[in-house]
Protein backbone atom coordinates (compact mmCIF):
# COMPACT_ATOMS: atom_id res chain seq x y z
CA UNK A 1 0.00 0.00 0.00
CA UNK A 2 1.20 3.54 -1.22
CA UNK A 3 2.44 5.58 1.73
CA UNK A 4 2.76 2.63 4.45
CA UNK A 5 4.69 3.25 6.97
CA UNK A 6 7.25 1.13 8.73
CA UNK A 7 6.97 1.51 12.35
CA UNK A 8 9.52 0.02 14.68
CA UNK A 9 8.04 -0.26 18.48
CA UNK A 10 9.94 0.93 21.93
CA UNK A 11 9.98 -2.92 22.61
CA UNK A 12 11.96 -3.70 19.73
CA UNK A 13 13.97 -0.31 20.35
CA UNK A 14 14.72 -1.78 24.28
CA UNK A 15 15.29 -4.77 22.81
CA UNK A 16 18.15 -3.95 20.57
CA UNK A 17 19.39 -1.61 22.93
CA UNK A 18 19.68 -4.23 25.70
CA UNK A 19 21.54 -6.41 23.27
CA UNK A 20 24.14 -4.14 22.06
CA UNK A 21 24.83 -3.44 26.03
CA UNK A 22 25.70 -7.23 26.36
CA UNK A 23 26.98 -7.67 23.25
CA UNK A 24 29.11 -5.06 22.11
CA UNK A 25 31.80 -4.79 24.61
CA UNK A 26 32.90 -8.79 23.45
CA UNK A 27 32.28 -7.77 19.49
CA UNK A 28 35.34 -4.92 20.16
CA UNK A 29 37.43 -7.21 22.17
CA UNK A 30 37.34 -10.00 19.89
CA UNK A 31 37.89 -7.73 16.73
CA UNK A 32 40.93 -5.95 19.03
CA UNK A 33 42.56 -9.39 19.52
CA UNK A 34 43.27 -8.93 15.92
CA UNK A 35 44.46 -5.61 15.88
CA UNK A 36 47.86 -5.34 14.97
CA UNK A 37 48.98 -2.96 18.07
CA UNK A 38 50.81 -2.96 21.26
CA UNK A 39 47.73 -1.13 22.73
CA UNK A 40 44.01 -1.07 23.02
CA UNK A 41 43.92 2.10 20.81
CA UNK A 42 42.69 3.45 17.83
CA UNK A 43 42.95 3.93 14.88
CA UNK A 44 43.17 0.11 13.18
CA UNK A 45 46.74 -0.43 12.69
CA UNK A 46 46.05 -3.69 10.38
CA UNK A 47 44.93 -7.15 10.77
CA UNK A 48 47.32 -9.55 12.62
CA UNK A 49 46.59 -13.33 13.99
CA UNK A 50 50.16 -13.03 16.28
CA UNK A 51 48.27 -12.41 19.51
CA UNK A 52 46.33 -15.78 19.20
CA UNK A 53 49.98 -17.30 18.03
CA UNK A 54 51.60 -15.59 21.06
CA UNK A 55 48.60 -17.16 23.44
CA UNK A 56 48.46 -20.49 22.48
CA UNK A 57 52.64 -20.89 22.47
CA UNK A 58 52.53 -19.76 26.59
CA UNK A 59 52.70 -22.66 28.47
CA UNK A 60 51.15 -21.14 31.57
CA UNK A 61 47.95 -20.66 29.16
CA UNK A 62 47.91 -24.00 28.58
CA UNK A 63 48.42 -25.42 32.30
CA UNK A 64 45.50 -22.62 33.41
CA UNK A 65 43.47 -24.49 30.63
CA UNK A 66 43.97 -28.22 31.98
CA UNK A 67 43.30 -27.27 35.29
CA UNK A 68 39.75 -25.02 34.24
CA UNK A 69 39.11 -28.33 32.10
CA UNK A 70 39.89 -30.86 34.92
CA UNK A 71 37.76 -28.64 37.50
CA UNK A 72 35.09 -28.15 35.56
CA UNK A 73 34.72 -32.07 34.23
CA UNK A 74 35.26 -33.05 38.06
CA UNK A 75 32.59 -30.13 38.98
CA UNK A 76 30.17 -30.94 35.80
CA UNK A 77 29.73 -34.92 36.70
CA UNK A 78 29.50 -34.62 40.30
CA UNK A 79 27.04 -32.39 40.25
CA UNK A 80 24.95 -34.02 37.53
CA UNK A 81 24.84 -37.40 39.71
CA UNK A 82 23.87 -35.09 42.68
CA UNK A 83 21.78 -33.28 41.13
CA UNK A 84 20.53 -36.35 39.66
CA UNK A 85 19.35 -38.17 42.70
CA UNK A 86 18.29 -35.24 44.46
CA UNK A 87 15.56 -34.81 41.34
CA UNK A 88 14.41 -38.33 42.48
CA UNK A 89 14.21 -37.80 45.43
CA UNK A 90 11.65 -34.90 45.25
CA UNK A 91 9.79 -37.53 43.52
CA UNK A 92 8.69 -39.11 46.89
CA UNK A 93 6.63 -37.58 50.03
CA UNK A 94 9.19 -36.47 52.74
CA UNK A 95 8.53 -33.58 55.69
CA UNK A 96 9.46 -30.02 54.83
CA UNK A 97 10.79 -30.86 51.25
CA UNK A 98 9.84 -26.84 50.73
CA UNK A 99 12.93 -26.21 53.65
CA UNK A 100 14.58 -28.44 51.98
CA UNK A 101 14.21 -26.97 48.00
CA UNK A 102 15.03 -23.51 49.75
CA UNK A 103 18.17 -24.38 51.20
CA UNK A 104 19.35 -26.18 47.83
CA UNK A 105 18.70 -23.18 45.81
CA UNK A 106 20.17 -20.79 48.64
CA UNK A 107 23.47 -20.69 46.58
CA UNK A 108 21.96 -19.22 43.43
CA UNK A 109 20.90 -15.77 45.97
CA UNK A 110 23.72 -15.74 47.62
CA UNK A 111 26.18 -12.93 46.28
CA UNK A 112 29.80 -14.88 45.02
CA UNK A 113 32.12 -12.76 47.39
CA UNK A 114 30.00 -13.41 50.49
CA UNK A 115 30.22 -16.86 49.07
CA UNK A 116 33.63 -17.36 48.45
CA UNK A 117 34.53 -15.30 51.92
CA UNK A 118 32.67 -17.73 53.94
CA UNK A 119 34.24 -21.17 52.16
CA UNK A 120 38.23 -19.84 52.89
CA UNK A 121 37.29 -18.97 56.33
CA UNK A 122 35.71 -22.10 56.92
CA UNK A 123 38.43 -23.78 55.24
CA UNK A 124 41.43 -22.01 56.91
CA UNK A 125 39.41 -22.71 60.35
CA UNK A 126 39.29 -26.23 59.87
CA UNK A 127 43.27 -26.10 59.23
CA UNK A 128 42.56 -27.22 55.48
CA UNK A 129 44.79 -26.28 52.52
CA UNK A 130 43.45 -24.64 49.66
CA UNK A 131 44.09 -26.10 46.43
CA UNK A 132 42.17 -26.91 43.16
CA UNK A 133 40.20 -29.99 43.59
CA UNK A 134 39.58 -29.94 46.99
CA UNK A 135 37.71 -26.19 48.20
CA UNK A 136 37.82 -24.97 44.83
CA UNK A 137 36.31 -28.01 43.37
CA UNK A 138 33.89 -27.79 46.99
CA UNK A 139 32.89 -23.97 46.16
CA UNK A 140 32.47 -24.53 42.60
CA UNK A 141 30.61 -27.72 43.29
CA UNK A 142 27.73 -25.88 45.91
CA UNK A 143 27.58 -22.86 43.11
CA UNK A 144 26.37 -24.99 40.08
CA UNK A 145 24.67 -27.60 41.92
CA UNK A 146 21.14 -25.38 42.20
CA UNK A 147 21.71 -24.83 38.62
CA UNK A 148 22.48 -28.33 37.29
CA UNK A 149 19.49 -29.11 39.86
CA UNK A 150 16.98 -26.82 37.99
CA UNK A 151 17.65 -28.72 34.57
CA UNK A 152 17.27 -32.13 35.72
CA UNK A 153 14.34 -31.08 38.06
CA UNK A 154 11.82 -31.22 35.37
CA UNK A 155 12.86 -34.13 33.61
CA UNK A 156 12.02 -36.01 36.57
CA UNK A 157 8.60 -35.26 36.88
CA UNK A 158 7.30 -34.28 33.69
CA UNK A 159 7.18 -37.76 31.69
CA UNK A 160 3.66 -40.40 32.84
CA UNK A 161 4.95 -42.19 35.85
CA UNK A 162 2.61 -44.75 34.62
CA UNK A 163 5.24 -45.98 31.86
CA UNK A 164 7.60 -46.60 35.24
CA UNK A 165 4.25 -48.54 36.46
CA UNK A 166 3.62 -50.86 33.65
CA UNK A 167 7.15 -51.63 33.38
CA UNK A 168 6.84 -53.10 37.08
CA UNK A 169 3.80 -54.99 36.50
CA UNK A 170 5.04 -56.83 33.43
CA UNK A 171 8.40 -57.96 36.00
CA UNK A 172 10.82 -55.11 35.83
CA UNK A 173 12.29 -55.33 39.00
CA UNK A 174 13.41 -51.12 40.26
CA UNK A 175 16.97 -51.00 39.16
CA UNK A 176 15.74 -52.31 35.43
CA UNK A 177 12.62 -49.72 35.30
CA UNK A 178 14.95 -47.20 36.02
CA UNK A 179 18.03 -48.20 33.24
CA UNK A 180 15.40 -48.73 30.69
CA UNK A 181 12.45 -46.30 31.16
CA UNK A 182 13.50 -43.40 33.55
CA UNK A 183 16.98 -42.77 32.84
CA UNK A 184 16.44 -43.10 29.01
CA UNK A 185 13.56 -39.96 29.63
CA UNK A 186 15.52 -38.18 31.85
CA UNK A 187 19.14 -38.32 30.12
CA UNK A 188 18.55 -35.75 27.76
CA UNK A 189 17.95 -32.98 30.49
CA UNK A 190 20.92 -35.04 32.97
CA UNK A 191 23.06 -34.37 30.52
CA UNK A 192 22.19 -31.19 29.79
CA UNK A 193 23.01 -30.40 33.15
CA UNK A 194 25.95 -32.05 33.22
CA UNK A 195 27.32 -28.98 30.27
CA UNK A 196 25.80 -26.71 32.29
CA UNK A 197 27.70 -27.47 35.06
CA UNK A 198 30.81 -28.01 33.46
CA UNK A 199 30.26 -24.06 31.48
CA UNK A 200 29.63 -22.04 34.82
CA UNK A 201 32.50 -23.95 36.54
CA UNK A 202 34.60 -23.19 33.75
CA UNK A 203 34.13 -19.71 33.44
CA UNK A 204 33.68 -19.09 37.35
CA UNK A 205 36.77 -16.25 38.67
CA UNK A 206 35.70 -15.15 42.18
CA UNK A 207 35.36 -18.05 44.00
CA UNK A 208 38.17 -19.57 42.36
CA UNK A 209 40.13 -16.50 43.72
CA UNK A 210 39.21 -16.95 47.10
CA UNK A 211 40.04 -21.16 47.20
CA UNK A 212 43.06 -21.71 45.15
CA UNK A 213 46.69 -20.84 46.11
CA UNK A 214 48.97 -21.82 43.34
CA UNK A 215 46.93 -23.51 41.13
CA UNK A 216 45.14 -21.17 38.60
CA UNK A 217 42.66 -21.41 36.06
CA UNK A 218 41.92 -19.80 32.73
CA UNK A 219 39.71 -16.96 34.04
CA UNK A 220 42.70 -16.57 36.64
CA UNK A 221 45.07 -16.30 34.20
CA UNK A 222 43.10 -13.81 32.03
CA UNK A 223 42.62 -11.43 34.83
CA UNK A 224 46.31 -11.83 35.93
CA UNK A 225 47.26 -10.95 32.34
CA UNK A 226 44.86 -7.72 32.18
CA UNK A 227 46.50 -6.44 35.64
CA UNK A 228 49.84 -7.47 35.00
CA UNK A 229 50.34 -6.71 31.07
CA UNK A 230 47.15 -5.57 29.01
CA UNK A 231 47.82 -6.08 25.63
CA UNK A 232 45.65 -7.55 22.73
CA UNK A 233 47.06 -10.86 23.73
CA UNK A 234 44.27 -10.78 26.74
CA UNK A 235 41.77 -9.94 23.77
CA UNK A 236 42.58 -13.02 22.19
CA UNK A 237 42.51 -15.11 25.40
CA UNK A 238 39.35 -13.79 26.36
CA UNK A 239 38.12 -14.23 22.74
CA UNK A 240 38.83 -17.73 23.02
CA UNK A 241 37.46 -18.75 26.40
CA UNK A 242 34.03 -16.93 25.09
CA UNK A 243 33.73 -18.76 22.00
CA UNK A 244 34.90 -22.17 23.82
CA UNK A 245 31.91 -21.17 26.33
CA UNK A 246 29.61 -20.48 23.64
CA UNK A 247 30.37 -23.81 22.05
CA UNK A 248 29.39 -25.21 25.66
CA UNK A 249 26.28 -23.32 25.81
CA UNK A 250 25.17 -24.56 22.36
CA UNK A 251 25.59 -28.15 23.29
CA UNK A 252 23.68 -27.35 26.01
CA UNK A 253 20.73 -26.13 24.14
CA UNK A 254 20.45 -28.87 21.91
CA UNK A 255 19.92 -31.49 24.89
CA UNK A 256 17.99 -29.07 27.27
CA UNK A 257 15.63 -28.46 24.46
CA UNK A 258 15.29 -32.28 23.70
Known sequence: MAGHRHFVSPLA???GVVLAFLYLPIVTIAVLSFHDSTVFALPWQGFT???YERALANPDLLVAFKNSLGLGFATGVSA???ATAMALAFRLPFRFKAVVLALILLP???PPIVHG???VMFWRLDGLPLSLYGS???GHLTFVMPFVFLTIFPRAHRFDRSLEEAAMDLGASRSRTFWRITFPLMRPGIIAGGVLGFTLSFDEFLRT???TSRQITLPLFLWSMVTNDPSPQSSAVATMIAVFSLGCLVLWSRFATR
Open 136 to 138: AFI
Open 108 to 110: VMT
Open 13 to 15: IHV
Open 117 to 119: VAL
Open 49 to 51: TKW
Open 80 to 82: MIL
Open 209 to 211: FFL
